[in-house]
């Protein structure tokens, strides 16, 4: 039966665990790199690109 628990304890453990692996690759240009273009950003690298657009005005929601 302690054998169970500690199976069980274990499994949870790792299930719980993989939520803190981060995965995710960081967006926008990273530091020390290449780059070139007018209104894009070439990655000379890898030649990526990345457009930026700002938003001057956003709607407001509609309030009900």
């Known amino acids: 039966m302690i054998r169970l628990h ?3 304890f274990l499994m949870l453990a790792l299930a719980l665990n993989t939520a803190v692996i981060r995965g995710q690759v960081t967006t926008g240009t ?11 950003v070439v990655n000379l690298a890898n030649l ?17």
């Open 30 to 40: 990273p530091p020390f790199g290449s780059f070139a273009g007018g209104p894009d």
């Open 48 to 64: 990526n690109s990345h457009w930026t657009f700002p938003v001057l005005h956003k709607p407001p929601w509609p309030e009900f």
């Open 6 to 8: 500690r199976v069980l």
